[in-house]
């Protein structure tokens, strides 16, 4: 179903909610050998089906790429809460070059738009999670005009120690 919604658009990561981001980069560090970007926190409005609702969270990528593994670590999940079966815990990103047309085909097949970034004009932007109801897979579009940033920033592992 993935395949036949999405064609061949790029998949780039898959993404985790972790109770503590410090802990599991740690963890995976040691475990898998890979390096992080340096935690970000992202903050403001994500547009969910009851409107926008406010994010606050601490995210990061396995470093360097291409194929990433996303931490996610949520201070706030209010925004999240409003998706089929609250926030999620694990999804798969792939990078869209037609981002409002890839949402479309996607509610087109009965994945709906559970939430995404939002402009001040209300305009989705950004990133749009949606959920397959046939896998329960949650399904991340990410727009790519935010690729050479997500390049740029994991490019440069941080170091875990103290």
Do not use: N
């Not at 970000?40 to 995210?59: E, K, N, Q």
């Not at 932007?125 to 897979?137: L, N, Q, S």
């Amino acid at each position: 179903m993935i395949e036949a919604a999405l064609g061949h658009r790029e998949f780039f990561h898959i993404g985790s909610a972790v109770p503590s981001l410090r802990s599991a980069m740690v963890d995976l560090s040691s475990s898998l050998g890979v390096g992080w970007a340096a935690p970000y926190r992202r903050t403001g409005a994500v547009m969910t089906r009851i409107g926008p609702v406010h994010r606050d969270m601490w995210i990061t990528y396995s470093a360097p790429g291409p194929i990433h593994l996303e931490l996610i670590e949520y201070v706030d999940d209010e925004a999240y809460r409003h998706m089929t079966g609250g926030p999620p815990q694990h999804h798969i990103g792939f990078w869209s070059d037609t981002f409002h047309a890839d949402i479309a085909r996607l509610e087109s097949l009965g994945m709906p738009c559970e939430a995404s970034g939002v402009d001040d004009a209300g305009r989705r932007t950004e990133f749009a999670y949606h959920r397959d109801p046939h896998t329960g897979m949650w399904i991340e579009l990410v727009d790519t005009a935010g690729r050479r940033v997500l390049q740029k920033w994991t490019s440069r592992p941080v170091s875990l120690t103290a």
